[in-house]
């Protein structure tokens, strides 16, 4: 058989790849001449993708809602994946950390600036009906936004303002699970009952967000920030790039997100008032009272004092 040089040379390392794990060759090969050329639509799984859009009523708007939450959910993914290549990347390289962070922070400003879909591309009446059927659900009970966080700062961060003074690096999981943030749209610290937005998200993901809490305890891209030589750490553009990552996430996304909630649930006129949710929404949503900062040590004791407080 006349087999070119570089045919020969591909042979030889699919034979070695083969033999470290015990395989025969020849029987891979036979199988490539039997399998079926890749398409798009196999590859990128169109079927499946385009499959799971399921409308609770007959309003098309719904489609809108749906779909944009699918394509945020998407993006949280893709966003989650260059995070865990930050944090499991061992003796970590500003250049590599500093590319990965800037995809990062390019999904996370596509959110932002994607999200006058949800503010005008929905009629209100439309909206104020089918949120009837929605509730009590919430993009509260989104787990990949909590994985997120989890994956940015260290825990103290994402503690209720409230408590921050009583809990430190060794307060237990649970105990510090119950004092994060977002406890507060659905917990009466008074009595300590629970809603059951908050009930059903945690019946489902608390094990997972535990789990997830302990793995970026020491990984998380502000801990991995600070594994990058000290010179590195002062340089202007890379602090540039986390204040923007930081400003995006917690205080622009929030700040477009409570603009829409606002929009629809307050000033349209129609409804209760009320979130699906059950949240004191208005409150609670404000970047101001939230204070979710991931790189406190990147802000000014001016810019910490107001957080949220420019808009
Ligand atoms: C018309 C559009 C939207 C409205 C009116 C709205 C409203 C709200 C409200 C009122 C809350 C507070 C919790 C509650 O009581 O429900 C909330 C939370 C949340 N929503 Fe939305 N939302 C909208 C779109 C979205 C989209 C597109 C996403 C993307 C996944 C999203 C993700 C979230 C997240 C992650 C939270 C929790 C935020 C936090 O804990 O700080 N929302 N939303």
Not at 116 to 125: A, F, K, L, P, W
Request: glycine share 4%; charged share 25%; aromatic share 14%.
């Amino acid at each position: 058989m006349n087999i070119s040089e570089n045919a020969e040379a591909i042979l030889n390392k699919i034979e070695q790849k083969y033999a470290s794990i015990d395989q025969k060759t020849e029987t891979h090969l036979e199988g490539l001449l039997w399998s079926k050329p890749i398409t798009y639509w196999d590859y990128i799984q169109t079927d499946a993708l385009l499959n799971m859009q399921t409308q609770r009523t007959t309003l098309p708007d719904e489609m809108v809602f749906i779909m944009y939450h699918q394509v945020n959910e998407l993006i949280f993914k893709m966003i989650l994946w260059e995070m865990n290549q930050i944090s499991y990347c061992q003796n970590i390289k500003t250049e590599f950390f500093a590319e990965r962070l800037m995809r990062i922070s390019r999904y996370f400003d596509m959110l932002t600036t994607s999200f006058s879909i949800m503010e005008n591309g929905m009629e209100v009446e439309q909206y104020m009906k089918f949120r009837n059927t929605l509730t009590p659900a919430s993009g509260f009970q989104s787990a990949q936004y909590r994985l997120i966080e989890f994956s940015s700062t260290d825990l103290i961060n994402l503690i209720d303002n409230r408590y921050r003074g009583s809990i430190d690096r060794n307060t237990p999981y649970e105990h510090a699970f119950e004092h994060l943030y977002w406890q507060a749209a659905g917990k009466d610290y008074a009595t300590g009952k629970k809603s059951y937005l908050l009930e059903e998200f945690e019946k489902k993901y608390k094990k997972t967000f535990l789990d997830h809490m302990e793995e970026y305890n020491s990984i998380n891209i502000w801990q991995k920030f600070k594994q990058l030589p000290d010179s590195d750490q002062k340089n202007p553009e890379l602090i540039q790039a986390m204040r923007h990552f930081d400003h995006t996430v917690n205080i622009t996304w929030v700040m477009q997100h409570l603009n829409v909630a606002i929009k629809y649930i307050d000033q349209s006129g129609k409804g209760t008032g009320e979130a699906t949710g059950g949240s004191d929404w208005k409150k609670y949503m404000h970047p101001k009272y939230q204070r979710r900062i991931f790189f406190p040590e990147l802000w000014s004791a001016d810019e910490l004092a107001n957080w949220g407080v420019e808009i």
